[in-house]
Nanobody, 130 residues
Framework: QVPLVESGGGSVQAGGSLRLSCVAHAYIYRNKCMAWFRQAPGKEREGIVSLYTGSGTVAYAASFEGRFTISHSSSHDLVTNTVSLEITNLKPEDTAMYYC???????????????????WGQGTQVTVSS
């Protein structure tokens, strides 16, 4: 089974909002680091925000504070876990493939460094027109 599945991307006009979702299996969600990344055409994949699911501790990369908001929730049986990323006041430069990622092992602090993450979703495309 695919451990991470993103959804919620689409084509929107500048100024609009989107809510991206990532559904994670319990074995890679519980008490782990998860993060959202994005990769624009011709650019490196960059980290947006990390989340430690055990405590809910969140850390945004500096350039993503303000318009990006991460949240998370779990089903009652903890089988279905969702990590969401809301993006407001979308700009054309936000056009990118957005990825959800999870780290396999526990670490004392989560990061937004691509190399720290072991599991990746297939990505969801966000396209913003001016």
């Amino acid at each position: 089974q695919v451990p991470l599945v993103e959804s919620g991307g689409g084509s929107v006009q500048a100024g609009g909002s989107l809510r991206l979702s990532c559904v994670a299996h319990a074995y890679i969600y519980r008490n782990k680091c998860m993060a959202w990344f994005r990769q624009a055409p011709g650019k490196e994949r960059e980290g947006i925000v990390s989340l430690y699911t055990g405590s809910g501790t969140v850390a945004y990369a500096a350039s993503f504070e303000g318009r990006f908001t991460i949240s998370h929730s779990s089903s009652h049986d903890l089988v279905t876990n969702t990590v969401s990323l809301e993006i407001t006041n979308l700009k054309p430069e936000d056009t990118a493939m957005y990825y959800c990622a999870a780290k396999a092992d526990w670490v004392p602090a989560c990061s937004t460094s691509r190399s720290d993450y072991d599991y990746w979703g297939q990505g969801t495309q966000v396209t913003v027109s001016s």
